[in-house]
């Protein structure tokens, strides 16, 4: 592969639209829509959303606030195929939460699920959005079905096409600034690793308004002309019917959602034979998952690394070839990786030797919206620094270690949570775990541990503390292990550490 195969996601679905048009493209529970009708519905709706923002549509934002559903596939698509930047946001977000980010992102017009009318039109006239578009029973994006209508509206692939904002996990949202182009490499790049075949059925769990979500479902599909298949909310039972069921080939999770569905009662007598790869991303996947995943179900996992700001696929462990239990995989084509010192970031490191993650290619953001001294700091001398700590081994495997902002120093020592949290997973009897430093007079930092447990499993601190002893060194010893009934998360399912160190910080 010399060159991507598409400049934007609107050619590729034009593509797919004219080579497989009868072939299912979308399902939501009993409803779907062929790829000749997507295509006509998306082109249907951005001809509205022309109309209603002007002739400046280009050079505009539009936020889509929205439950995973069929109007929301035609919804993303229909945003870029009028060229203006799509701002996807959590509709799960209340108004003191969406009230900034809307006011930073300062868009044209907000299309929104009309449940969230009362609350969206009250933030919308506090910030001055005067133009907003509710979709529900009465204004379906489905209209256009059977329209015929062509999809030959593009837009240009170098303008921004897509403000991602950040999770917030560290803080306030940022509004990561991508291009139309950049967000069609990465598909491209990551199909090189992990090579789809016509007509995959995806499912579909994770919420479209997250990018994992967006590039690991929305756009592959499109990308191989596959069916996507849409839960509007994540139930582990429905997830585990509608493998079965839809007869899913390729389904993204994550360690908290592989954790949960391993957990259910129904997960032993799920047939998973149609499964040809699953894949995993947002946070690290524990070796133990992984095994326990791939021996229950007979499918294999492929774990990759990305974050918003790098478009967001970085590398992956391929699909044809060796997968490394604990490894992220290799570099994605025309990507560029290296592992720096953390007090510089200017010398690079041999193999095999922790630092920061640094990388450089097409896929990467071309900054923070409205906060230049942030992109400063992020983007140098046209590289990306991630902000994770990471190693390569002699095979050009990365392996994350942590966050360099979560790196903790006890007794004078660098210890990374991620490695404890990997021994935790491994003992019989923990579901999950996360690990984090607070501040400690003495050691200068202290860690915490908290755990669940599974099922009807018999475990205690006094013991979970002497299966750590017996695997790490003194100072990588949690001071404190908590076993409680579930860990906080992040509305897109990642361990929430902030939130975990607040309550760690308060005992």
């Known amino acids: 592969m010399t060159t991507p195969p598409f400049p934007t996601v609107v050619h590729m679905l034009a593509v797919g639209a004219a080579a497989a048009p009868d072939r299912e493209a979308l399902r939501c529970g009993g409803e779907s829509l062929s790829y000749r009708d997507y295509a006509a519905c998306v082109a249907g709706f951005a001809g509205e959303l022309t109309v209603a923002v002007g002739p400046d549509v280009a050079q505009s934002r539009i936020a889509v606030v929205m439950a995973n559903s069929i109007d929301t596939a035609v919804a993303i698509y229909a945003v870029a195929a009028t060229g203006a930047q799509l701002v996807p946001l959590n509709p799960a977000y209340t108004a003191h939460e969406l009230e900034p980010i809307l006011s930073d992102a300062d868009p044209a017009l907000i299309v929104f699920d009309v449940a969230l009318e009362g609350m969206l039109r ?111 909310r994540y139930h582990p039972k429905d997830v585990l019917d509608l493998i079965a069921r839809e007869r899913i080939t390729l389904f993204s999770g994550s360690p908290t959602l592989f954790t949960g569905l391993m957990g259910h009662a129904d997960f032993a007598a799920t047939d998973f034979s149609s499964l040809k790869l699953c894949f995993s991303g947002a946070s690290a996947l524990p070796v133990e998952t992984l095994r326990r995943w791939e021996e229950a179900t007979g499918c294999g996992i492929c774990e990759g690394y990305g974050q918003t700001e790098a478009g967001p696929v970085l590398t992956y462990n391929p699909r044809h070839g060796v997968r490394k239990a604990g490894s992220v995989g290799t570099v994605l084509p025309w990507t560029e990786v290296q592992i720096v010192d953390v007090e510089t970031g200017t010398k690079v490191l041999p193999v095999g030797e922790t630092g920061e993650v640094r990388a450089r290619g097409p896929q990467i953001m071309s900054g923070y919206r409205n906060r230049p001294e942030e992109t400063a700091t992020a983007l140098r001398d046209g590289w990306l620094y991630t902000g994770d700590i990471g190693a390569f081994d002699e095979d050009g495997y990365l392996f994350i270690r942590d966050r360099k902002k979560d790196m903790a120093i006890v007794g004078g020592f660098n210890v990374y949570p991620r490695e404890i949290e990997e021994v935790l997973c491994a003992h019989p009897a923990i579901a999950e775990a996360a690990v984090v430093a607070v501040a400690d007079l003495y050691r200068g930092e202290a860690l915490h541990a908290y755990v669940t447990l599974k099922d009807n499993a018999g475990a205690d601190a006094d013991s979970l503390l002497d299966f750590l002893k017996e695997r790490l060194t003194k100072y990588k010893v949690p001071a404190r292990i908590v076993i409680t009934d579930a860990i906080p998360k992040t509305s897109v399912g990642k361990i929430d550490k902030v939130a975990l160190r607040a309550v760690a910080q308060a005992k």
Not at 147 to 162: E, I, M
């Open 122 to 232: 009250e933030v919308a006239a506090r910030i001055g959005v005067e133009r907003l578009i509710a979709i529900g029973p009465d204004k379906r994006l489905t209209a256009w079905h059977g329209s015929g209508r062509a999809l030959d509206s593009f837009p240009d692939p170098d303008n921004l096409g897509l403000l991602q904002y950040t999770g917030g996990t560290t803080g306030r949202s940022k509004g990561v600034n991508l291009t139309h182009r950049a967000v069609a490499t990465n598909v491209a790049q990551r199909d090189a690793l992990l090579p789809s075949e016509d007509g995959e059925r995806i499912l579909a769990v994770t919420p479209l308004y997250h990018s994992y979500a967006m590039a690991m479902g929305l756009h592959l599909a499109s990308h191989c002309r596959g069916t996507l298949v849409l839960l509007p």
